[in-house]
């Protein structure tokens, strides 16, 4: 399978600009082209600098954390796709469970955020998930189906194909509760299923599919090792060099 492994680290509203250069550096200069895209996503203020620190690196790329839906005008305070594309983003990430609850971030709102990164040329890391009492009703594949068939459904194939999945279980995050490997194993499987129903099954097994949710050194490799789990986007874990590193070595040895 020729999937793109990807291991994404958000940093999410962590980092001082030395603490951030100072963690991009170590994690660029370590990095090795072992298979693995590893992905940095550092809060705004902080891409320009990292743009800087990664270079023209082809192992190391650069995303932000969000973008608003709106392309320009008076939104005081938002950060535009252009804007984001001005300074070297490669990616960026829409829909994280923390945008969508804290911010109010709905499936019609992430539609725009999506074709406005699409058109700018720039990659999506498309967040996806569901909270403890909707897994608990037993409702999350629905969940997880309706958030990707309103805000991504409507993409042709070739848009869609510049598309990354995280399965973020909203109760996982943060928690210290990582889901087991069972339950990401059988909720990727669904996506893909998801994603081939509405597309093709050559596209469903081309779509790279990230875990999220306290996944660290200590838990990852049950995970890795599932064939529907394509990498991680980390949070916790993605602020120290040395454990982001061991994930990125530990995704290419699966
Ligand atoms: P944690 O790894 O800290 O649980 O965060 C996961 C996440 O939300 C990544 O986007």
């Avoid at 950060?79 to 983003?89: A, D, E, P």
């Avoid at 994603?195 to 949710?213: C, H, P």
Wanted: glycine share 8%; net charge negative.
């Amino acid at each position: 399978m020729n999937r793109t492994n990807i291991i994404a680290g958000n940093w999410k509203m962590n980092m001082t600009l030395d603490e951030g250069k100072a963690l991009a550096t170590e994690i660029v200069k370590q990095a090795t082209d072992n298979g693995v895209k590893a992905i940095i996503a550092p809060p705004y203020y902080l891409l320009e600098s990292v743009r800087q620190i990664i270079g023209n690196s082809k192992h190391v790329f650069l995303a932000a954390q969000n973008c608003h839906q709106e392309a320009a005008g008076a939104y005081t305070g938002e950060i535009s796709v252009n804007m984001l594309k001005s300074v070297g983003v490669d990616y960026i990430i829409i829909g994280h469970s923390e945008r969508r609850n804290y911010f109010d971030e709905t499936n019609k709102m992430l539609t725009k955020k999506v074709n406005l990164a699409l058109q700018a040329g720039l990659d999506v890391i498309f967040c996806c998930g569901e909270s403890l009492t909707i897994r608990e009703d037993n409702a999350h594949v629905q969940h997880v189906k309706r958030q990707l068939r309103e805000s991504l459904f409507h993409l042709y194939e070739n848009e869609f194909s510049r598309i990354v999945i995280a399965y973020e279980p909203i109760w996982a995050i943060g928690t210290g509760e990582v889901a087991t490997p069972l339950q990401a194993q059988e909720m990727h499987a669904e996506i893909r299923k998801i994603v081939s129903n509405n597309y093709d099954d050559r596209i469903a097994q081309a779509t790279t599919i990230l875990y999220g949710g306290s996944c660290k050194p200590s838990n990852a490799e049950a995970l890795f090792a599932k064939p529907d789990v394509d990498g991680g986007l980390i949070g916790g874990a993605s602020l120290k060099a040395e454990d982001f590193l061991k994930l990125l070595e530990m995704r290419a040895a699966k």
